[in-house]
């Protein structure tokens, strides 16, 4: 080994007498400098340097941090949709509502969904086409006006429906082994058609009427096609609006198709 080369590295393997520190990453990691790395003005002036570019280097990454944690900002609000047709509002309460009314519904809430998707899309994206946003938009607010179209005691439902009628509970038998009931109704008031049976038996899933007691009013409707209700509606109090509804829309049902 030549001198020059054991000048720098030494006889115990440190680089330049440093005491093996590495300027750059003593820099890093902040660990005290020995006096033998104090001494050497080369180590030193290279220490500085990095110590220099890793303080630049934690306050740009400080920046990059604390704008990835800033809140998106806020959406501006969105011009008024046009004034809809006015739609009948629900029942406040239902004990249960079955397949059609839960389809209806579950299409309204996905197309919502859609909607506030696309607005992202559109916004996440320099240059996005805002056409394709209107159409969805224009999808959206279509099949919302369908579902509303389609709802219990609208014109359509009923020009759909087989029988739409009211009764009370005369009877609610659990099926032993099973997790239905038979709920046997006395027919007090028919909608569709203008009469029917005086009385009319049910077996249903117990938690598609939970509650439902004899003496209970219920109003019901059965689509054409189906042997079982997709609707029902327990109690004078959420009838109530149900039945206005009916009343309201079976002059126009009557002149309706299916």
């Not at 720098?8 to 520190?21: F, K, L, M, S």
């Amino acid at each position: 080994m030549t001198a020059e080369n054991e000048g720098r590295t030494g006889r115990d393997g440190y680089e330049g007498g440093r005491g093996g520190v590495d300027a750059l990453m003593a820099a890093i990691t902040g660990e005290p400098l020995t006096d033998e790395a104090r001494a050497d003005a080369a180590f030193m002036a290279e220490h500085r340097s990095a110590a220099a570019d890793v303080a630049l280097l934690r306050e740009q990454l400080g920046i990059i941090g604390h704008a990835l944690t800033e809140p998106m900002p806020t959406s501006p609000a969105p011009e008024p949709a046009p004034e809809p047709t006015p739609v009948r509002q629900p029942a406040r309460t239902r004990r249960r509502v079955f397949t059609v009314a839960l389809g209806s519904l579950a299409v309204a809430a996905a197309a919502s969904v859609l909607v506030g998707m696309g607005w992202l899309l559109t916004q996440a994206g320099d240059g996005a086409d805002m056409t394709s946003g209107a159409d969805s938009d224009s999808a959206a607010k279509e099949q919302a006006s369908a579902a509303a179209d389609s709802a219990f005691g609208s014109p359509r439902y009923l020009a759909c429906s087989r029988l739409v009628a009211e009764g009370r509970a005369t009877s609610v038998e659990q099926l032993a082994g099973t997790g239905s009931v038979r709920v046997t109704l006395h027919m007090t008031r028919y909608y569709k058609p203008d009469k029917g049976d005086e009385e009319l038996a049910f077996v249903v899933d117990k938690n598609l009427v939970p509650g439902l007691r004899e003496g209970d009013q219920v109003l019901i409707g059965i689509p054409q096609g189906a042997r079982q209700p997709d609707f029902w509606a327990v109690g004078e109090k959420d009838i109530a609006p149900e039945r206005a509804w009916i009343t309201g829309s079976l002059a126009e049902s009557r002149g309706l198709t299916c």
